[in-house]
């Protein structure tokens, strides 16, 4: 099973754990995560955004300052802009708080329902799932030469003809390396692979 499909069915697990919505931070660093998943309304979202909350968020500020799991209603964080209280006007009345990983590359996870207070076996569930992912997406330390020069070619502008024939390969063997890269920096495009390759330090 590729890295994609597998991230997949854990996200698939946890749909069901999180009715009205959730966001997971993947490895954020630098104050912004190396991929991310969220399945919160789009009015919740624009709402946040728009309120700046992920500057004051507790759900985050509890995230940054230890591991472990926590319900919304038992953060030991202060939320001076009631933002718990405005998310329950939406709805996500219940959640749940997950951070794991170094504070290098910490990942946060939020999930949340309407109905009541998620189970202890439901957190455990849940962690298990946000580890996984953790785990799934570290970023790897190198690439191959192979992988870099194909990536530089496509820095410096080079179509896949131009490229090739550059590093003395074949079309379809230039394109074969795009694919090795992309799929070990789990990357949807060739754009997205190079973002990440340089984000890493890897190029």
């Not at 099973?1 to 597998?6: C, D, I, K, N």
């Not at 919160?40 to 728009?50: L, V």
């Not at 500057?55 to 030991?76: E, K």
């Not at 992912?133 to 870099?148: C, D, G, R, V």
Request: proline share 5%; hydrophobic share 40%.
């Amino acid at each position: 099973m590729s890295a994609r499909a597998e991230i997949n069915a854990i996200l698939s697990k946890l749909n069901p754990l999180a009715p009205k919505g959730y966001f997971i931070g993947l490895h954020i660093r630098f104050a912004a995560p190396i991929m991310q998943f969220q399945t919160y309304s789009k009015e919740w979202a624009d709402h946040y955004s728009t309120k700046a909350y992920a500057l004051r968020d507790p759900m985050i500020a509890w995230g940054f300052s230890t591991n472990g799991a926590v319900r919304w209603s038992a953060v030991p964080v202060p939320d001076p802009f009631n933002i718990l209280g405005d998310a329950a006007s939406f709805g996500m009345k219940y959640g749940v708080a997950i951070s794991h990983g170094p504070i290098s590359s910490r990942t946060i996870a939020g999930l949340t329902r309407a109905d009541r207070e998620y189970t202890d076996s439901e957190i455990e569930q849940i962690s298990k799932q946000i580890r996984l992912l953790h785990e799934l997406t570290e970023p790897p330390e190198s690439l191959t030469k192979a992988q870099i020069e194909a990536l530089r070619c496509i820095a410096e502008g080079d179509r896949h003809a131009a490229a090739a024939a550059k590093l003395g390969i074949t079309e379809s063997a230039f394109k074969a390396r795009l694919i090795s890269a992309r799929e070990r920096l789990m990357a949807r495009t060739t754009a997205e692979a190079l973002q990440r390759a340089k984000e890493y330090r890897l190029l």
